[in-house]
């Protein structure tokens, strides 16, 4: 089975950087869906600044998942989401994995798969290959979303980190101090 986890990046502040809610947030979620799904071998990610932040965040949790910059995640895709999701299958299918996640900006979430995002949320897709997630997201989701646990669920609206947890954030440059 293919798993693809699209996140939106996290809560960040002014000046465009993660913040330390947004980082813990996006950390809380990430290792509950290691835990409930195994890890993502690689993580790609927009350029920006956040992404970039958020995707850390997401390795971290995924316990070293690699993160890849690809640009394409950047631009707003609303003309050319047929684009950005060959783009992605193409990312996905030179992996040896079968799970990947990607972080991204709302309208390319929003034009990709018809879904809004809030900050530091995500949603899953599996299919028995990568292009049946592009070709039918809707019904590769809602078949996934049922098996999550009331854990997973909770988690949206309390996410929580443990000490042992935010001493692993603290290792992150960008929140040294903040947390």
Same mark, same amino acid.
């Given at each position: 089975?293919?798993?693809?986890? /699209? #996140?939106?990046?996290?809560?960040?502040?002014?000046?465009?950087?993660?913040?330390?809610?947004?980082?813990?947030? !996006? #950390?809380?979620?990430?290792?509950?869906?290691?835990?409930?799904?195994?890890?993502?071998?690689?993580? #790609?990610?927009?350029? !920006?600044?956040?992404?970039?932040?958020?995707?850390?965040?997401?390795?971290?949790?995924?316990?070293?998942?690699?993160?890849?910059?690809? =640009?394409?995640?950047?631009?707003?895709?609303?003309?050319?989401?047929? =684009?950005?999701?060959?783009?992605? /299958?193409?990312?996905? =299918?030179?992996?040896?994995?079968?799970?990947?996640?990607?972080?991204?900006?709302?309208?390319?979430?929003?034009?990709?798969?018809?879904?809004?995002?809030?900050?530091?949320?995500?949603?899953?897709?599996?299919?028995?290959?990568?292009?049946? /997630?592009?070709?039918?997201?809707?019904?590769?989701?809602?078949?996934?979303?049922?098996?999550?646990?009331? =854990?997973?669920?909770?988690?949206? #609206? /309390?996410?929580?980190?443990?000490?042992?947890?935010?001493?692993?954030?603290?290792?992150?440059?960008?929140?040294?101090?903040?947390?």
């Amino acid at each position: 089975m293919k798993r693809i986890i /699209i #996140f939106r990046h996290g809560e960040y502040d002014g000046s465009g950087e993660l913040d330390a809610d947004g980082a813990k947030a !996006v #950390f809380a979620r990430a290792k509950l869906i290691r835990r409930e799904t195994g890890r993502a071998a690689t993580v #790609f990610t927009s350029p !920006v600044l956040r992404c970039r932040q958020t995707a850390r965040v997401i390795a971290l949790a995924m316990d070293g998942a690699e993160t890849e910059d690809e =640009e394409l995640l950047a631009e707003n895709c609303s003309d050319r989401a047929h =684009e950005c999701k060959n783009r992605l /299958i193409a990312l996905a =299918e030179r992996q040896d994995g079968d799970t990947i996640a990607a972080v991204s900006h709302e309208p390319n979430v929003r034009r990709m798969f018809n879904v809004s995002l809030r900050p530091g949320t995500e949603i899953m897709f599996e299919a028995d290959d990568w292009r049946q /997630i592009f070709d039918r997201p809707a019904q590769n989701l809602i078949s996934r979303v049922q098996n999550f646990s009331e =854990e997973y669920f909770r988690s949206y #609206f /309390i996410p929580e980190c443990g000490e042992e947890d935010l001493a692993k954030l603290r290792g992150l440059d960008f929140l040294a101090g903040r947390l």
